[in-house]
């Protein structure tokens, strides 16, 4: 829906475009000496466009698409998109940056329809579109959310009735890829049915995905109750609500989990949108949000079962966000793998209370928030 009503304004926009764009220049000889700055105002104006700019010493400012936006002068020179400037197909930058006068200022600016045209002191041209400045700038980026997400609960998912995908038309087809795609990026789990059980062809459903990352574990490997590990997951304790490989600096951002075999009781997941909880610590406990956001925590795995010696140490916050917008991408939460609480955390962040005010809204309202699938 939000795709047809884009396009639509597009086609819009470009209809309107197609129009006369007038332009000039405001000058006021008794307002420049208002400021110790040279600053040259411009606009144009049309049915179809609304554009304004203001020229600083070191600082370009537009005014576009409902926002204002600073750019360094420094940084419109240094992401020039001219041919001697950037490898168009490598999309790699050819200019040195440490070549560009930190102090450059554009001999000219000018517009023509929705390009703009800077001229250098040396008569290179670089020339911007306006909606690929909007784009790039740190103000479109603010409200830009990288990775759109249906947030769930039990209920919000079950009634979603989200299909799993077929193994063959996983594997074979086109739609049936993209079909797994979308349910995963918009909910953060997906599901492929009808999988041999087999750890031959659990790696063709990992592949298919993405690379398969390389850890102390393996590429691809087995676990069950049998303490081979030094791991909880090797025995038959029941796991809580939690995320793996906190202790990685990077933790892993897709696991692939398929059941083999199984003899016995037992042996469903659960399953938690920790992103959903941490959306109701945001709007109910913001102060508490802030802090799980930005104070870093120390996850450790220690491992000494046979030949299997590892430490691992991975440092972050629980929550992880984007500094330029505050959206979430990233949470570590596995109290079993933290360390201890008294070296990292000055006492009156009130450290176990933050980290309860996560679990709890994981677990709120009994266990609404968590969503049981039998992988068996």
């Known amino acids: 829906m939000w795709y ?18 007038t332009h000039w220049a405001l000058q006021q000889s008794n307002f420049k000496s208002l400021f110790p700055l040279a600053i040259h105002w411009h606009h144009t104006a049309s049915k179809s466009l609304n554009c304004v700019w203001q020229q600083h010493e070191d600082h370009f ?20 998109r001219s041919a001697s400037c950037y490898n168009s197909k490598t999309h790699q930058r050819s200019l040195d940056t440490a070549s560009v006068d930190l102090c450059i200022q554009p001999k000219t600016i000018h517009l023509d329809e929705t390009t ?64 797994f795609l979308q349910n995963f990026l918009l909910y953060g789990i997906a599901f492929v049915e009808n999988v041999p059980p087999t750890q031959k062809h659990t790696e063709k459903v990992a592949e298919r995905i993405s690379l398969i990352r390389e850890t102390i574990y393996g590429r691809m490997w087995f676990f069950t109750s049998d303490f081979s590990r030094g791991d909880t997951a090797y025995t038959n304790l029941a ?30 997941t659960l399953l938690v949108d920790g992103f959903y909880a941490a959306e109701q610590v945001l709007q109910k406990a913001p102060e508490e949000f802030e802090l799980l956001s930005k104070v870093p925590l120390k996850h450790e795995y220690i491992e000494n079962v046979g030949e299997c010696q590892n430490h691992m140490i991975g440092v972050g916050p629980v929550l992880n966000t984007y500094p330029w917008n505050k959206e979430l991408y990233l949470i570590r939460f596995f109290k079993g793998k933290r360390n201890m609480v008294n070296r990292q955390w000055n006492s009156s962040l009130k450290p176990y209370s933050l980290e309860r005010t996560l679990a709890y809204y994981c677990h709120i309202h009994g266990t609404s928030n968590e969503y049981r699938k039998s992988l068996i």
């Not at 047809?4 to 764009?21: E, F, I, P, T, W």
């Not at 700038?137 to 409200?143: A, R, W």
């Not at 793996?244 to 199984?262: R, W």
Request: net charge neutral.
């Open 61 to 80: 400012e537009l005014q576009y698409a409902n926002n204002v936006m600073r750019f360094d002068y420094v940084w419109l020179r240094d992401h020039c």
């Open 239 to 268: 796991l809580d609500r939690h995320t793996d490989t906190t202790y990685f600096q990077e933790p892993c951002g897709i696991q692939v989990f398929h059941c083999l075999k199984h003899e016995g009781t037992g042996g469903r």
């Open 4 to 21: 047809h009503r884009l396009s639509h304004l597009q086609s819009r926009l470009q209809d309107l475009l197609r129009g006369r764009v």
């Open 116 to 179: 703009l045209f800077f001229t250098w002191p040396d008569g290179h041209v670089t020339r911007y579109d306006l909606d690929w400045l909007v784009k790039n700038s740190y103000e479109g980026q603010k409200q830009k959310v990288i990775q759109p997400r249906i947030l769930w609960n039990a209920e919000i998912y079950q009634q979603a009735q989200v299909p799993a995908v077929d193994f063959q038309t996983f594997l074979e087809t086109k739609e049936g890829l993209k079909n």
